[in-house]
Structures are given as structure tokens and as C-alpha cells.
């Protein structure tokens, strides 16, 4: 019990006078080609966002398909990670700690998880809908057959799942 503090000093990024930052020791160079990585990733994923966004709601027969509708909610999920997810990388890459306030940093994470989760789900959604089309066309059975196809899988991978689970905390 003698020390029972912990050392919370690189949370703060603290540093003394004698020590080596990770910024201390970064090239000019190294900094110029992050920066313009940086900015090629967010114009290329925001500019490609935008238009999928775009093509799809302009045009009518577009927005008729369930996967086109999947692929806008990816693309808006994806534009939220790009608009709120590399301005953090950035921060974190410079080493100065969070600097846009409480607010912003509860703001902040609670958008890039929620767009993370919508991206997860919708690539699930857009798998289950091609499984089930498949069933439909390859297979071909019809639609209520297909779902409770895709329902009995879903159910044994379900319960396997549980069991590996259940059997590895045991």
C-alpha cells in the first residue's frame, strides 16, 4: 500500500525538461506528407460520399432499391467517420491533447460511434439481403422459405456462438 497512485502524467501530456517527446523527434517531412495524406483521404471520401449521396437520391428509379438506399446509409455513416473522425487523428498525431472543450469531446464520440455502429449494421443488413436473394435465385425458393432459411442460420450461428462463449469462460 505504499504507493497506491498511478502515474496519470502522459494523459496530460506532461513531459520534463530532459525528456523526448514523439513530436520532437517528427521531420518536417514527416509532417507535410501526413498533412497532405490526410487531406487526399478526406477530400477523395468526402467528394465520393457526397456523390453516391447524390446520384442516388436524384434519381428516382435509384431510390426504388433496397440496396442503393443500404449503400446512402453507408456513405452518410462514412461521411460522419470523415468529417468527425480525422480531425481526432490529426490531434492525436500532433500529440496536444484534446483542445475543442468537454462539450465538443462528448459531441464528438458520440457521433463517430454511432456512425461506426450504422456502418456496421448496414454492411450486415447489405449481406442478409444478398444471402436472402441468393436463397431466392440461385436456390430457387421463395420468399418465405428463404427467410426461414436465413432465420435457421442465423439461429445455429447464434447458438454457437453462445456455446464457444459459454465453453471459454468455463
Same mark, same amino acid.
Given at each position: 500500500?505504499?504507493?497506491?497512485?498511478?502515474?496519470?502524467?502522459?494523459?496530460?501530456?506532461?513531459? #520534463?525538461?530532459?525528456?523526448?517527446?514523439?513530436?520532437?523527434?517528427?521531420?518536417?517531412?514527416?509532417?507535410?506528407?501526413?498533412?497532405?495524406?490526410?487531406?487526399?483521404?478526406?477530400?477523395?471520401?468526402?467528394?465520393?460520399?457526397?456523390?453516391?449521396?447524390?446520384?442516388?437520391?436524384?434519381?428516382?428509379?435509384?431510390?426504388?432499391?433496397?440496396?442503393?438506399?443500404?449503400?446512402? #446509409?453507408?456513405?452518410?455513416?462514412?461521411?460522419?467517420?470523415?468529417?468527425?473522425?480525422?480531425?481526432?487523428?490529426?490531434?492525436?498525431?500532433?500529440?496536444?491533447?484534446?483542445?475543442?472543450?468537454?462539450? @465538443?469531446?462528448?459531441?464528438?464520440?458520440?457521433?463517430?460511434?454511432?456512425?461506426?455502429?450504422?456502418?456496421?449494421?448496414?454492411?450486415?443488413?447489405?449481406?442478409?439481403?444478398?444471402?436472402?436473394?441468393?436463397?431466392?435465385?440461385?436456390?430457387?425458393?421463395?420468399?418465405?422459405?428463404?427467410?426461414?432459411?436465413?432465420?435457421?442460420?442465423?439461429?445455429?450461428?447464434?447458438?454457437?456462438?453462445? @456455446?464457444?462463449?459459454?465453453?471459454?469462460?468455463?
Amino acid at each position: 500500500m505504499e504507493n497506491d497512485s498511478i502515474n496519470v502524467d502522459f494523459l496530460y501530456n506532461i513531459s #520534463n525538461a530532459n525528456e523526448t517527446t514523439a513530436i520532437d523527434n517528427v521531420t518536417p517531412f514527416e509532417i507535410v506528407a501526413f498533412s497532405v495524406m490526410f487531406f487526399v483521404v478526406g477530400l477523395v471520401g468526402v467528394t465520393g460520399n457526397i456523390t453516391v449521396i447524390y446520384i442516388v437520391i436524384s434519381d428516382v428509379k435509384m431510390r426504388m432499391s433496397m440496396t442503393n438506399i443500404l449503400i446512402v #446509409n453507408l456513405a452518410v455513416s462514412d461521411l460522419c467517420i470523415l468529417l468527425f473522425g480525422i480531425p481526432e487523428i490529426v490531434q492525436f498525431m500532433l500529440n496536444r491533447g484534446w483542445l475543442m472543450g468537454l462539450e @465538443m469531446c462528448k459531441i464528438q464520440r458520440s457521433v463517430l460511434v454511432a456512425a461506426l455502429y450504422t456502418s456496421v449494421m448496414t454492411l450486415l443488413a447489405l449481406c442478409v439481403e444478398r444471402l436472402v436473394l441468393l436463397f431466392i435465385f440461385i436456390l430457387n425458393i421463395s420468399l418465405p422459405h428463404a427467410i426461414l432459411c436465413l432465420e435457421t442460420y442465423m439461429t445455429i450461428i447464434s447458438i454457437l456462438t453462445v @456455446m464457444c462463449d459459454v465453453f471459454r469462460n468455463q
